[in-house]
């Protein structure tokens, strides 16, 4: 005998938060259908943020799989003060199969948006001490958004990392330590202490010829960087895979390209590509050292480390829709 589909109804409400956000995914074995999507301007004074809302599709399909298409419903939708944009006001189908998998992403554009240097956070009372890179202007009962916080935690799995907050929710300040410190409390977890660490890399490309051998055997050949490059944000390594054999030993000299690694971060949720290295950065323009040869093909850099991890802002949007999942369980 078959089995009637099984109807639910969802509303998720959260305020958007710096950098992306991925809102919903539509679970295995579900369809679902947005019916309603709006975000709401709650700022104090007068703010014009914007946002950007989109269709995600993701191929699940062997051949395929991880390739992703954005179908941008609105790009950078301007609200005013008191008031409030309509996304949808109709329907959205949402699919997981397969061969794909469906999910609805929004960014937002606001003022006031800092970077966060350090979080010290007290699992047992739920206390949470945040330090900006620059004054962060905020004032006690100001509401806020933060994102991309990296915390390493260690619990019966061992040492794990987590990016907060997860899920996306709005705080309130408690009090105001300095121009760069305020105090807020973001909820108990029990005998789960987290550690602060710098922001995440994700390497995506790498532009032709972006290293060039400085020294030894090897000297001005190009080294053409692609996928298994990875960088550690604490310690400053960066790990360089080479399409081809790069011959060199350690205590060779090579130097980059300006602007040319592409990667993501979490500080705004692996939102923006960024370049590397910039001309600020510890490595441009000079000739840095091989300190390690791991393979045939690989071999490591020290180009500096990160200290900074996360951003927060004034409260200055709220997301809200509806949303109708069926399933055939």
Do not use: W
């Not at 998998?101 to 007290?122: A, H, L, P, R």
């Not at 105001?176 to 710098?198: D, K, R, S």
């Not at 080479?242 to 350690?250: K, R």
């Amino acid at each position: 005998m078959a089995v009637a589909p099984l109807n639910k109804f969802l509303t998720i409400a959260v305020p958007v938060a710096p950098g992306e956000q991925t809102i919903y995914k539509a679970p295995v074995g579900t369809s679902a259908i947005v019916l309603y999507a709006q975000v709401a301007n709650v700022g104090i004074g007068q703010s014009y943020p914007t946002v950007t809302f989109s269709h995600r599709r993701t191929s699940v399909a062997t051949r395929t799989l991880g390739n992703v298409r954005n179908n941008r419903i609105i790009k950078d939708g301007e609200i005013p003060p008191n008031d409030s944009l309509v996304l949808i006001d109709g329907r959205l189908v949402l699919e997981r199969t397969a061969l794909v998998s469906d999910s609805i992403v929004i960014s937002g554009v606001q003022t006031g948006i800092t970077t966060i240097s350090n979080v010290e956070y007290d699992n047992t009372t739920g206390l949470t001490t945040v330090t900006t890179s620059i004054d962060h202007g905020l004032s006690v009962n100001d509401q806020i958004t933060m994102a991309g916080i990296v915390f390493t935690c260690t619990g019966t799995y061992g040492i794990t990392t987590s990016i907060f907050p997860s899920p996306q929710a709005s705080f309130t300040v408690q009090n105001v330590v300095g121009v760069n410190t305020f105090e807020t409390n973001t909820g108990i977890v029990n005998a789960l202490p987290h550690t602060f660490a710098p922001s995440l890399h994700r390497f995506i490309r790498a532009d032709k010829d972006a290293i060039t051998v400085t020294s030894g055997s090897q000297l001005n050949n190009k080294i053409q960087v692609v996928k298994g490059t990875s960088y550690d944000s604490v310690t400053g390594i960066l790990s360089v895979t080479a399409s081809a054999p790069h011959n060199l030993s350690q205590g060779d000299f090579v130097s980059f390209t300006n602007e040319s690694l592409s990667f993501k971060c979490s500080q705004d949720n692996f939102f923006k590509e960024k370049k590397y290295p910039r001309s600020t950065d510890p490595v441009s323009g000079i000739n840095t050292d091989v300190k390690s040869v791991v393979g045939v093909n690989t071999f490591t850099v020290d180009v500096g480390v990160t200290t900074t991890g996360g951003l927060v802002g004034p409260l200055q949007m709220e997301f809200i829709c509806s949303i109708l999942e069926n399933s055939n369980a």
